[in-house]
Each structure stands twice: as structure tokens, then as C-alpha cells.
């Protein structure tokens, strides 16, 4: 073999053997034992039978958890932000106006994502710790007529739920779509994309679903689907809703290739819906409701408050927790890792220096991860108290 000269050099990878945490941060969280094995299913062609069939597959799966008997249900090959961008790309087009209602980390990331479509955004805010009230939403709308208003369901960062019911009636009555991000609180919190008359819809599949992330569902109603056919902008390519439905073939015989999805997600979002549909839905949202209430009596009990004062507004995947005055939040975080082998979070954006971030979802969501977490909050407390304060 005549010599080849490589102007790189093979670097040595060496192997990296950890021992997992517990992942109770507001995500990623753990994946389901069928999960991981179904990671290691087969790799299928995107032009071939079996391949649109578990395509067809996951579209059913996620019209149950979206509850939604519209079409255009698919999953985009992408994290969270790739549901965001697409919801935002494919309704809202240059020089249209995107309302963002606006509290905690991920409506600044929708504002940027906006504006560098070229989106004229305008934002509402409230306190970090509430919710929006519809007058404050009508207000806006009445005031702007926006094209869309964007609002998140589950915030991961402030720990809060926003009710959703009306919002969609008021969107339509003022000619607006409604837009929705369901990250962290799909599977684990009541949502009912038709019933609220929700018009774009998107998640992710690491959070109270227990998968992989990667691939991200989105929902779009018909409203939505009438703007994505009359628009006059072009999306890009890669998320183009138009194109993917195609894909999906969310609408009668159209097998069609657009880009290759990656099957290990696939088939890992395949098992994660049957993992839904196996508990069922209201089973799913009273585990994580009774977890999440059973964790935050222990964290009372530890005298700690809870960072969202109305017991409505608190999301019951993600619980932000207030430390006493003194202990510090990364410190906190890091003393959990190292002593208990429990991976949770510090604040975010504006909640940095403010909560702790605690995530029971998915297949975390039970009695006793919530009890080992209390347990390990309660012994950081003390070992901190003696060396720090
Ligand atoms: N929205 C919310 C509410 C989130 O919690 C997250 C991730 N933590 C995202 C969006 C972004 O998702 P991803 O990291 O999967 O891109």
C-alpha cells in the first residue's frame, strides 16, 4: 500500500466510564428500560415500508397525547428549540408580529429565534413566580393583533404551569394563532391541544417522556395549516411543515422522502408512546401530580419555600425550591451530584441565584426517587450549614 501522509493525526478517544446520576434536573431525565432497548432496534431506510409504518405509528401515538384529532402530527428530527423554531418559522413570517408572553428563559429564546426570522416580536411580561391572566392576554391582543401569540405551557425555568383554557377562544377571536411550547409538561401535566384550540403545538421527548432527545413532536391545527398553505414566506427547508407532512404522509398516500430520520429516536418514541398509552394519560398526570405533592410536603417539612407561591400555578414535573439565606445554589447542586449521585439544577436566565430546579418526571416521576431527592436535599442542607454558613 503507497504511504498516505494525513495531516491529522488519529487522536487517542479514551474511554470515559461514569457511573449515572440520577437525572432529576428539569431534564434530560431518565429513559425507560424498553426505551433503551428499543435504541438498539434495527436501522430502517427512510424509503422503506416498515420505516412509514412506524411513522404512522408515532403519528397516532401523538395525536392521543396532544389530543388532537387534527393531521398535520409529526416529529421533527431536532431537540426542543427544533419544535420552537419550527412552530415559529412556518406560522409567523417577516415583518408579521409574533406576541410573546413573556416570563422565564425559553420566551427569550423564542424572541430571538424571532427576530432573527425577521419577525416584528412585542412582549407582555408578568412577575417570574405567576401566571398570565387572560385580561392581560386580551389586552395585547386587542391592543397589537398580532399574528401569533407564543406561550409556554410547563416553564422548566421558573417551575410554573400556565392554564391554557380560553387563551385559544381569545387568540381567535382576535385573529391570532395561538402557539404553544408543552417541553416539560406534555405526558406529565393535563393538555388538550383541541380542546383549548391550540394551533401549533411542539416537545420533546427527554423530559416526562422518558426518552432520548433528538426528535420533537409538533401538532398544528387547521387554522394553522390554512396559514402554512396560503403563506407567502418560505420557511427553511430542513423544518419546513409543508414538506414534512409529506413525509409523514399526514394527509392520505404521500411516502416521500425529505431527509433521513434517525431510527434509534424513531423507535425510541415509538416505545415512549406506548409507554403512555400503556399507563393512559389521566394515569400519567395523577403519577406526576401525587410525586410531585408528595415531594413538596417533604421540602415544607424541611422549612424550605417553594419558589411559585399559588399552588395552581406550580408545575408538577419541575419544582423550583428556595434555599435559606447564605447556601449557594451551584455549590447546593454540586454537593447533591458528588455525595448522593443526584443530578439537579440551579436556576436559569433570571432564576439564577434564586431556586433550585428539581425535575420528577417520566420514568423519575414516583414516591421513591422523590423521597431519595428529599432525603439527599435534606443532608445538603446540613453539610452545607456546617461548612459554609
Ligand atoms: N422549552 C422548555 C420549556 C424547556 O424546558 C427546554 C429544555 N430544557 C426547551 C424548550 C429546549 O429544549 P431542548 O433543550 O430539547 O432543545
Known amino acids: 500500500m503507497t504511504e498516505i501522509k494525513l495531516t491529522v493525526q488519529a487522536p487517542t478517544l479514551v474511554n470515559r466510564d461514569f457511573v449515572k446520576p440520577t437525572l432529576c434536573g428539569p431534564g434530560p431525565c431518565d429513559v425507560w428500560p424498553s426505551v433503551n432497548e428499543a435504541l438498539t432496534k434495527p436501522v430502517i431506510s427512510p424509503i422503506c415500508d416498515e420505516h412509514f409504518y412506524v411513522l404512522d405509528d408515532i ?14 402530527v409529526l416529529a421533527l428530527s431536532g431537540s426542543g428549540h427544533g419544535g420552537m423554531e419550527t412552530v415559529i418559522n412556518n406560522l409567523v413570517g417577516p415583518g408579521e408580529t409574533l406576541l410573546v408572553a413573556k416570563r422565564g428563559f425559553w420566551c427569550e429564546r423564542a424572541l430571538e429565534m424571532a427576530k432573527r426570522y425577521g419577525i416584528n416580536t412585542i412582549t407582555t411580561t408578568v412577575p417570574m413566580n405567576e401566571t398570565f391572566s387572560l385580561q392581560q392576554l386580551e389586552n395585547e391582543l386587542r391592543k397589537h393583533r398580532p399574528t401569533a401569540l407564543f406561550i409556554v405551557h410547563g416553564d422548566s425555568s ?6 391554557l383554557k380560553s387563551v385559544g377562544e381569545l387568540c ?5 394563532l395561538l402557539l404553544v411550547d408543552t417541553v416539560v409538561s406534555l405526558v406529565g401535566v393535563p393538555f388538550f391541544m383541541d380542546d383549548w384550540k391550540i394551533d401549533a403545538v411542539y416537545t420533546s421527548t427527554q423530559k416526562a417522556f422518558s426518552g432520548p432527545a433528538g426528535i420533537s413532536p409538533v401538532a398544528f391545527s387547521d387554522r394553522a395549516l390554512n396559514k402554512i398553505n396560503n403563506r407567502t414566506h418560505q420557511p427553511p427547508f430542513y423544518f419546513d411543515v409543508k414538506l414534512l407532512s409529506q413525509q409523514w404522509n399526514c394527509y392520505g398516500s404521500t411516502r416521500v422522502y425529505h431527509h433521513t430520520l434517525s431510527s434509534p429516536l424513531l423507535w425510541a418514541l415509538r416505545q415512549c408512546l406506548q409507554e403512555v398509552i400503556k399507563e393512559t394519560l389521566p394515569r400519567s398526570w395523577a403519577r406526576h401530580a401525587a410525586t410531585t405533592k408528595h415531594f413538596l410536603k417533604r421540602v415544607e417539612q424541611l422549612s424550605l419555600k417553594t419558589f411559585v407561591p399559588k399552588p395552581e400555578d406550580r408545575l408538577m414535573t ?3 425550591v428556595v434555599l435559606p439565606k447564605g447556601y449557594d445554589y451551584l455549590q447546593f447542586s454540586k454537593y447533591m451530584r458528588e455525595k448522593y449521585n443526584i443530578l439537579i439544577f440551579p436556576g436559569i436566565g433570571q432564576t439564577v441565584g434564586k431556586t433550585l430546579r428539581i425535575g420528577l418526571m417520566g420514568v423519575n416521576s414516583t414516591i421513591q ?3 431519595a431527592v428529599a432525603d439527599a436535599v435534606a443532608g445538603t442542607l446540613i453539610a452545607l450549614k456546617k461548612s459554609s454558613l
Not at 403519528?59 to 398535520?72: E, H, S
Not at 421558573?158 to 392554564?163: A, D, E, F, K, R
Open 59 to 72: 403519528r397516532a401515538g401523538l395525536k392521543y397525547v396532544f389530543q388532537t384529532n387534527c393531521d398535520t
Open 158 to 163: 421558573t417551575g410554573i404551569v400556565q392554564n
Open 172 to 176: 381567535q377571536r382576535y385573529g391570532t
Open 318 to 320: 419541575v419544582t423550583t
Open 369 to 371: 426517587v422523590a423521597d
